[in-house]
């Protein structure tokens, strides 16, 4: 505990250090700061929506157009996260956030590895400040979120995003809009503490660097360390994030930064929950149930940085960003599996092991300009955007051996041999620690490369009329080096390119039906690169997602509240299907066909932000329901109903609120056991089900301000410890959502 006092005190010292300047001088500072200079900042601001979000609303978005539209006039869903709402609600994780969202589903595989899915299908696209990058959010590789700390908002388009993406699935689009210097001197410290041992401190400082205010710095510092309710496992990150923005003209602004996070899970399970016993019956496991080892290990250090210059060129803005990103992963994992077979009801033996060493190095670049502005037509104006971007990630899985020491014993089947799991009712997480080697070069190098061209157009034929035209030329191409790891050992045995180019359309209307109403639809388009060949060993054309999206959006109570409903339907042309019974191709695979794949169609209701200015709220209701070619449910462990609800109220210097998140039952495949067994003594399976029925969560808040400047407060979730699974059937088990959790945390602002 001292090393987590020790570090909370260097955080706040840190914060309080910067605040030594006088007051005086920081008045001054500002009032340098003439109106000419804020008058450039705004209309920069205004047209490429750097700007701060206010309490639960943001003025504008650009993330699904490139264009600076609000909420109401852009043609798509889309939920914007605030800073003030993060703050309230104590969300610190991306899963947290994402959590509140409207129309998201969050499925943990195991303590470590996240799902995020929208509409059916996964989340792939993730922007930092509108420019592309990459999460694999759900298994090795650069698989590290990054601390919500350093952000002022977070954005989500929900569908298809091609004017923006071009690649993907038509599932959403997620933008990390980083935080920014302020031109008046700012400080703030957080201190968390709550279930499980969890220890946080933030500590975040900005403001001038010289008295004119032309260069403005801040710097985001955090450290969480937290135990767990599940067994062996504890969590450690610490998170820098500083930026120094610069007005190199009346015209011209620089802006350059860099952060980096470490995660540094230790025990983590790397396996779920099995479902059922040999016999068939069910488990009905705790909670805190881990077939790990106490020494399992999962490391990941990544590093950004990032240089954006914004111009203005008389009536347009131009803005050109460079973000290049390295990941360092290394794990070392160890877990009883239920995979393959399932444990004993009387003896809790039956899994078998499963264990890995891994280290991968992830380096990208990626690059995003674009110029925007009006242009003058038929007697109006019109809003124009042209850009370029482009994206090269490389991904270096590096060779390693593992040599177990386990002593345990082993069951050959067939030609597979496998190590026995103990007793899952007596394992403590001890075993010895296997041998591992980095022999020095990579088993697999992965390249992906997109450059991208695109433009829109925003016709105002009338007051009341806005048509957006646009579209996205995208060159897309991954190549694939396998290297020998046996007899000639670094040797380049394989490699495999696959490439595509297309043209992905964008169209949108809005027209104001009232002072406070709008109507809105719109069409937009993703593709997905295949690796397939057709039976003239052709590679098959990219799968396509359509999104064909309308509703209605209005503004309320003098426009401090947004409410959306839509409706939506999305399709997916050109799915690779195996031609079964065609002749094999030159290699000896067999060919495949381009057929009509998922379509998916539902409707949504969200609102955000404030019936009065004391009362917040934000929240929707999703109906989503997706179907394969043949008409059989796809995507089954994504809910029919999702509904979420948040809300905060202030009477003087107490803020009360909470939450409440509601989704209905999804299901899974997977073997089952019938209560059969073999003559080795294996059980007999049989495909079925498995479900989680629908479930309710209730979350809780309130906050005191003791003074201006210094509040506390307490957040709870899942105030009713309700036990659920937050993902079922995959690899044969299922992973329980988060028990009652508690934090109370305490707030200093200057």
Same mark, same amino acid.
């Given at each position: 505990?001292?090393? =987590? ?49 206010? @309490? ?85 590789? &650069? ?9 002022? =908002? ?45 220890? =946080? ?41 500083? *930026? ?23 025990? @983590? ?49 131009? =803005? ?33 092991? *499963? ?13 995003? @300009? ?260 043949? @008409? ?21 210097? *107490? ?54 400047? *210094?509040?506390?407060?307490? &957040? ?35």
């Amino acid at each position: 505990m001292s090393n =987590r006092n020790h570090l909370t005190a260097l955080l706040v010292g840190s914060a309080l250090t910067a605040l030594a300047t006088p007051a005086a001088l920081a008045q001054s500072q500002a009032d340098a700061v003439d109106a000419r200079e804020k008058a450039k900042e705004t209309r920069i601001d205004e047209i490429l929506v750097v700007g701060r979000s206010e @309490g639960y609303q943001t003025g504008e978005t650009n993330t699904a157009t490139k264009l600076p539209l609000t909420l109401r006039e852009t043609p798509q869903s889309v939920t914007v996260i605030t800073r003030q709402r993060i703050e309230d609600f104590n969300l610190i994780t991306i899963q947290d956030v994402l959590d509140q969202t409207p129309g998201v589903s969050v499925q943990s595989y195991d303590s470590n590895r996240t799902r995020f899915q929208a509409r059916g299908f996964s989340i792939t696209n993730f922007q930092l400040d509108g420019v592309p990058s990459n999460f694999n959010v759900g298994a090795s590789g &650069n698989s590290v979120m990054p601390d919500t700390s350093i952000f002022e =908002r977070i954005e989500i388009v929900r569908g298809a995003a091609g004017l923006v993406t071009g690649t993907g699935d038509p599932s959403a689009t997620i933008n990390l809009v980083r935080k920014r210097p302020t031109r008046d001197l700012h400080a703030n410290v957080n201190l968390t503490y709550g279930s499980w041992d969890y220890v =946080r401190a933030e500590a975040d400082v900005g403001g001038p660097v010289i008295a004119s205010g032309k260069i403005r710095a801040r710097a985001v510092a955090a450290y969480s360390y937290r135990d767990s309710y599940i067994d062996f496992q504890k969590d450690r990150s610490p998170s820098l994030y500083g *930026v120094v923005e610069a007005d190199i003209s009346e015209t011209t602004r620089l802006r350059a930064g860099f952060d980096y996070l470490r995660t540094d899970s230790q025990g @983590g399970s790397w396996s779920a929950v099995p479902l059922f016993f040999s016999d068939g019956s069910r488990t009905d496991l705790p909670r805190s149930y881990s077939a790990a080892a106490k020494w399992n290990r999962w490391e990941r250090d990544n590093k950004n940085a990032f240089v954006t210059l914004e111009q203005e060129i008389g009536r347009w803005v131009a =803005r050109a960003a460079y973000n290049h990103r390295w990941t360092d992963t290394e794990s070392l994992l160890f877990a009883g599996s239920n995979s393959t077979f399932f444990p004993n009801r009387q003896t809790g033996l039956g899994l078998n092991v *499963v264990n890995t060493y891994g280290i991968s190095h992830t380096e990208e670049d990626s690059i995003d @300009g674009y110029a925007t502005g009006p242009v003058r037509l038929f007697g109006r104006d019109h809003e124009v955007v042209l850009g370029v971007n482009h994206y090269d990630r490389e991904l270096e899985n590096v060779a390693t051996t593992l040599t177990p020491a386990y002593g345990l014993p082993t069951v050959r089947i067939g030609t597979t041999t496998y190590t026995l799991f103990p007793s899952i009712f007596t394992w403590d997480g001890d075993v010895p620690r296997p041998t591992t080697a980095d022999r020095g070069f990579n088993s697999s190098v992965d390249n992906m490369k997109q450059t991208s061209v695109y433009g829109a157009v925003r016709l105002n034929p009338t007051d009341g009329l806005k048509i957006i035209l646009g579209g996205r030329y995208t060159d897309a191409s991954t190549t694939t080096d396998t290297y020998n790891t046996s007899t000639n050992p670094g040797a380049l045995t394989r490699t495999v390119k696959v490439g595509d180019k297309k043209f992905s359309p964008y169209a949108g209307v809005v027209l104001d039906l009232t002072s406070q109403i709008s109507a809105f639809a719109s069409y937009a388009q993703v593709f997905t690169v295949q690796t397939q060949r057709d039976v003239n060993n052709e590679q098959i054309a990219p799968l396509t997602g359509n999104n064909y999206e309308f509703g209605f959006k209005g503004e309320f109570f003098e426009k401090r509240l947004y409410a959306a409903l839509s409706g939506f339907h999305m399709k997916q042309d050109n799915v690779a299907q195996l031609l079964s019974g065609a002749p094999p191709l030159p290699d000896g695979s067999t060919p495949y066909q381009a057929v009509s794949g998922v379509k998916t169609w539902g409707a949504e209701l969200e609102i955000a932000g404030s019936i009065t200015p004391d009362w917040r709220i934000a929240g929707g209701y999703t109906y989503v329901h997706s179907e394969n070619a043949d @008409g059989s449910r796809f995507s089954p462990d994504t809910p029919h109903h999702l509904a979420k609800l948040n809300t905060t109220y202030r009477v003087g210097p *107490v803020t009360v609120g909470g939450g409440a998140t509601w989704q209905s039952q999804i299901y899974r495949a997977m073997p089952i056991p019938t209560g059969a067994f073999l003559a080795n003594g294996q059980p007999v399976t049989a495909t079925g089900n498995v479900y989680q029925k629908s479930y309710v969560l209730l979350d809780l808040l309130a906050r005191y301000d003791l003074s201006p400047n *210094v509040s506390i407060g307490v &957040n709870a979730t899942n105030v009713l410890d309700k036990t659920y699974y937050r993902n079922v059937g995959f690899f044969n088990s299922g992973w329980y959502g988060t028990p009652r959790r508690v934090l109370g945390n305490l707030r200093w602002k200057y």
